[in-house]
């Protein structure tokens, strides 16, 4: 919406300068009388998130009836951006009520949106749940304080600050024929985005923004972004993991061929040197595989996307990896990375039980 308003809404910006007013609402107040659906107009940005390949449409604003622009233009992409931004949220909460098996009575809406009047309004009937809208709106500030509060012993526990901080400023009950209209909507708001999807697929648009799973070939002339499967860069010896618990996810685009080998052959080819580092703590595919293997937090909550460098079954695979095909003497040093930063209850000394494991100097 910050996008939006930057790029083609001056005019309210001018306005909230001028009188003091503040230039979402003006915004909103334009898009308040459009109705469930922008007058077809659809608004593409962020996917539904999916841990293992996150991959985003190039953003986009499209179907506009050119013949009628009173009823195509401004506010219909106003309130195009709002629901595409809730479709994300309802496609989140069929998500958590998959694997969880229950369905919220209630949803808290925080952050700068829900400052506005239409967007609380536009979130409940998409979602089809009466949704609260707390006084102080910057949550994430103020769960931080409210912890800072425990750590002073202001308050025993999470539940004692959360009633003496949050309190609520109004809930918006969902207009029920308008959630109907919106289960619609939403269908073929996901044949819209997969259609749009495809084409970022393809190389022809750019995504939003990428997940950090890509390979970028620059010097393709479509400048192309292949989404890759995950998993080893090289071409594994299967004897050498036999008897090893976490095998390497061999991809596709490496089961017929070998990437590491043949960079290394180019690069003797110019005189180069090829220094490989093997990743193998950052994994949605063998953390969610081996939960116990993945970092986990103080509170025993497990973040499946990295696995923990401490445990000896995460650290057997990049140990074996280092045999490879790649010339010995003209490769560098060899370890894992990723997870440093994320506080594991399980290794909680970093980095350096990693590189003490698994450094190799040649």
Request: proline share 6%; with cysteine.
């Amino acid at each position: 919406m910050r996008w939006f308003r930057d790029a083609f809404c001056d005019l309210e910006k001018n306005e909230a300068a001028a009188t003091g007013a503040d230039a979402y609402s003006l915004m909103e107040k334009a898009a308040l009388d459009v109705p469930a659906g922008a007058n077809g107009v659809v608004g593409i940005f962020s996917n539904l998130m999916v841990a293992h390949r996150w991959i985003h449409a190039a953003p986009a604003l499209i179907q506009f009836d050119v013949g009628d622009p009173a009823r195509s233009g401004k506010k219909e992409c106003i309130r195009a951006i709002e629901e595409a931004a809730a479709y994300v949220s309802y496609g989140h909460l069929k998500v958590i009520e998959e694997v969880t098996g229950r369905t919220p009575e209630q949803v808290v809406f925080t952050g700068g949106a829900s400052k506005g009047e239409l967007w609380p309004r536009v979130l409940a009937d998409v979602l089809g749940l009466p949704v609260k809208v707390p006084v102080v709106k910057e949550s994430t500030a103020l769960g931080a304080a409210m912890f800072a509060g425990i750590g002073a012993r202001l308050y025993p526990d999470v539940a004692t600050a959360a009633r003496h901080a949050v309190s609520f400023e109004r809930t918006v009950d969902p207009d029920l024929a308008t959630h109907a209209k919106y289960q619609e909507l939403y269908a073929n708001w996901l044949r819209v985005y997969g259609a749009e999807l495809g084409m970022v697929e393809e190389g022809l648009l750019k995504p939003l923004w990428r997940h950090h799973s890509r390979d970028v070939f620059p010097h393709n002339p479509v400048h192309r972004v292949r989404y890759m499967q995950g998993g080893v860069f090289f071409r594994p010896e299967s004897a050498k993991y036999k008897k090893l618990r976490l095998q390497p996810d061999v991809p596709m685009w490496v089961q017929n061929d070998d990437p590491l080998q043949k960079a290394c052959q180019a690069a003797d080819r110019r005189g180069l040197v090829v220094r490989a580092w093997t990743n193998n703590t950052h994994s949605s595919i063998q953390a969610s595989a081996h939960p116990d293997c993945a970092i986990q937090n103080a509170f025993g909550d497990r973040y499946i996307n990295s696995l923990c460098p401490a445990r000896a079954d995460t650290r057997r695979p990049p140990v074996t990896g280092v045999h490879r095909r790649a010339d010995p003497r003209r490769t560098g040093d060899h370890g894992l990375c990723g997870g440093d930063a994320v506080p594991c209850r399980g290794h909680p000394r970093g980095g350096s039980h990693r590189r003490q494991a698994l450094r190799r100097r040649t």
